[in-house]
């Protein structure tokens, strides 16, 4: 699989098999990994992988979180700003009808709606999950570090015939997630990783991108200026 194919493989999996996900593979994407690019080096990321019994009881203790009706932990950070102007509101909305919809999922079914979200708190079933920490003195820089970090892993993961889903959502249950992985004090949980083989029999509608132009304007003309050299 060459970059390009991983890139646009890439996807948000959220259904996954069984499937055991070896050690040795995990161990080779995340010390390729440890190559992603960082301020002064600082490669600000703390990361920890569930397998086996810990996952298994993650995934119980945040079950049981979601059965009883517990309210959600504080976020330690926003997760989008509180007013997103446009064009991000309309992306955003149309990220919801398409993820919902597909479910079958109307826009006024809360109930509904929270059932679906509550698969974020199994992994959709996967077999490994990577949770993302980072030193919460750090700043915009190396959050956009860890950010980097990350999508190296994603990448490297679809070279193993691996898929994942990024999940900001546990950082509202990040109290459970300490419970299990006992971090140092002064970490924030950033998001986890659910990683596994896609369960193809799940079906989900891959969101769709926005065109060129309306994120990327080129300046200049570097093909003419190479041909005029």
Request: with cysteine; charged share 25%.
């Amino acid at each position: 699989m060459n970059v390009y194919e991983a890139v646009t493989s890439r996807r948000a999996v959220r259904g996954f098999t069984g499937r055991p996900v070896r050690r040795e593979v995990l161990e080779r994407v995340l010390a390729a990994a440890a190559w992603s690019p960082s301020g002064s080096n600082l490669q600000p990321w703390h990361v920890y992988v569930l397998t086996g019994a810990p996952l298994a009881e993650l995934k119980r203790r945040a079950g049981e979180r979601v059965a009883s009706g517990d309210p959600w932990d504080e976020r330690e950070y926003p997760m989008y700003p509180p007013e997103l102007k446009s064009p991000y509101r309309e992306r955003r909305s149309a990220f919801g009808r398409e993820r919902y919809g597909a479910l079958g999922v109307g826009r006024d079914d809360w109930e509904a709606r929270q059932r679906a979200a509550a698969a974020n708190w199994q992994c959709f079933g996967a077999p490994a999950a990577l949770f993302c920490y980072i030193d919460g003195d750090m700043g915009p820089p190396q959050w956009a570090d860890v950010g980097m970090y990350l999508q190296t892993v994603m990448l490297l993961l679809r070279e193993e015939g691996l898929h994942s889903c990024p999940q900001m959502a546990w950082s509202v249950y990040r109290s459970t997630v300490a419970e299990v992985l006992k971090p140092p004090e002064g970490l924030v949980l950033f998001c986890g990783l659910s990683i596994g083989y896609e369960d193809v029999t799940v079906k989900h509608p891959r969101t769709g991108r926005a065109p060129l132009g309306e994120t990327v304007t080129f300046v200049g003309d570097p093909a003419r200026r190479l041909q005029a050299a």
